[in-house]
């Protein structure tokens, strides 16, 4: 982390934004390869950061030709268990729709559609263009560039054409948006 507040194990913690909106050719921040920069309301755990707030943003500068990452809507085991893979999904199906789900025990259970955690993609402070999205990236009719993370997996977030250096941010919205690693392809054979 290169934020200078640092991290404490479940403790959210208020990062702050920067100063000023970064300018085009701006000095990137951070300023070195491996480091994270947060902004927003996170809380760190041993194997992941998660969204306290509901804005946030994960920034970090790479030199790679694709970058990967793996994230979930939730970082919560319950939640994963119950959204997961064999597990009953809240915001859909017999708990989430008809009698179940309109009543009391839907409230509770938290019955009716579930918004899921999405954020859009900034590369050097400009919008994701689709030259280097990667296969997860869908673009919405403005342009932007924005992924939704609707179960735990690795999202293919860049596919640059060739080996690059850039600044990346995740601008994040959803409560309870967990990012766990990121990976990189750094050779690139020639064609």
């Not at 790479?62 to 990452?69: G, R």
């Not at 296969?135 to 609707?150: P, W």
């Not at 293919?156 to 600044?167: A, K, M, Y």
């Amino acid at each position: 982390m290169s934020n200078p507040e640092g991290v404490e194990k479940g403790v959210v913690m208020l990062y702050p934004g920067r100063s000023e909106a970064p300018k085009k050719g701006a000095t990137p921040i951070p300023d070195a390869p491996k480091q994270v920069y947060l902004q927003g309301a996170w809380r760190s755990q041993d194997e992941y950061v998660e969204l306290a707030g509901t804005q946030g943003r994960i920034t970090f500068r790479y030199k790679a030709k694709d970058v990967n990452m793996v994230l979930s809507p939730t970082g919560d085991v319950v939640e994963l268990m119950l959204q997961g893979q064999g597990g009953i999904a809240l915001g859909s199906g017999v708990l989430g729709s008809g009698v179940l789900g309109s009543g009391v025990l839907g409230s509770v259970l938290g019955g009716g559609k579930v918004e899921q955690p999405s954020f859009y993609l900034l590369q050097d402070n400009e919008p994701l263009q689709p030259l280097n999205a990667g296969v997860d990236v869908a673009f919405s009719a403005a342009g932007q560039a924005i992924v939704v993370t609707d179960r735990p997996r690795m999202y293919r977030l860049i596919s640059n054409p060739d080996f690059e250096e850039h600044e990346l941010t995740l601008v994040v919205s959803g409560k309870g948006f967990a990012a766990y690693s990121a990976a990189f392809t750094t050779c690139v054979a020639p064609a």
